[in-house]
Nanobody
Framework: QVQLVESGGGSVQAGGSLRLSCAVS????????MGWFRQAPGKEREGVAT???????NYADSVKGRFTISKDNAKDTLYLQMNSLKPEDTAIYYC???????????????????WGQGTQVTVSS
């Protein structure tokens, strides 16, 4: 059974940094597409950053230059380094995975079958 467990959320002031982690277990597929998504109150879930088996990354325009996604294969852990945080980054952040990579749809939440429970990120002004 695939499990994704996020950690690293918290509260910071604008301009601060946080690093989110997503530990993956039970994943037996040879290919993997992983991503970070977020959902703010009253808004739809949106893609933030994605990482596939070839190391290809994709970012939402709103986070380019501020967020960096990476993966440690030895630890089966996905990371999201978030710098220069803004109040509009406040949301619940989710980790997701899917065995069928699709670069065209990587930022679409509908692409993913496996999800973590989410971790809260709050940025105050």
């Amino acid at each position: 059974q695939v499990q994704l467990v996020e950690s690293g959320g918290g509260s910071v002031q604008a301009g601060g940094s946080l690093r989110l982690s997503c530990a993956v277990s039970g994943y037996t597929y040879s290919n993997i597409l992983m991503g970070w998504f977020r959902q703010a109150p009253g808004k739809e879930r949106e893609g933030v950053a994605t990482f596939d088996s070839d190391g290809y990354t994709n970012y939402a325009d709103s986070v380019k230059g501020r967020f960096t996604i990476s993966k440690d294969n030895a630890k089966d852990t996905l990371y999201l380094q978030m710098n220069s945080l803004k109040p509009e980054d406040t949301a619940i952040y989710y980790c997701a995975a899917d065995p069928f990579p699709s670069r065209e749809l990587a930022l679409d939440p509908e692409t993913y079958n496996y999800w973590g429970q989410g971790t809260q990120v709050t940025v105050s002004s």
